[in-house]
Nanobody, 128 residues
Framework: QGQVAESGGGLVQPGGSLRLSCAAS????????IGWFRQVPGKEREGISC????????YYADSVKGRFTVSRDKAKNTVYLQMSSLVPEDTAVYYC?????????????????????RGQGTLVTVSS
């Protein structure tokens, strides 16, 4: 089925920006819908964005809408999560989750729940 791996996390000051990557190996990422979610230890997972493969529609949770943007780089077989205007509440481990069925339409920001193909996550810390 192939694998995905997140990268790009790190320490950033409030108000700063960061770009996370979700890179795929052994399959063509653009054919599959993708979800991003995050988790703080001891708290529930939060779905933050989905990218629907058939038409490229994107969906965002209210908590990140207007600040986060998902995009694809087909040549690099990678999806990005561009995060801006970061606040301490964005501190979490961020994961991408990828559908195993190609060209399935998703809606809403919580599609990750249905996707088993996930990476190990990347830690984002927003702090001064």
């Amino acid at each position: 089925q192939g694998q995905v791996a997140e990268s790009g996390g790190g320490l950033v000051q409030p108000g700063g920006s960061l770009r996370l990557s979700c890179a795929a190996s052994e399959f063509t990422l653009e054919l599959y819908s993708i979800g991003w979610f995050r988790q703080v230890p001891g708290k529930e997972r939060e779905g933050i964005s989905c990218l629907s493969s058939p038409d490229g529609s994107t969906y965002y949770a209210d908590s990140v809408k207007g600040r986060f943007t998902v995009s694809r780089d087909k040549a690099k077989n990678t999806v990005y999560l561009q995060m801006s205007s970061l606040v301490p509440e964005d501190t979490a481990v961020y994961y991408c989750a990828v559908d195993t069925q190609p060209l399935q339409t998703v809606r809403g920001a919580h599609c990750y729940q249905f996707f088993e193909r996930r990476g190990q996550g990347t830690l984002v810390t927003v702090s001064s």
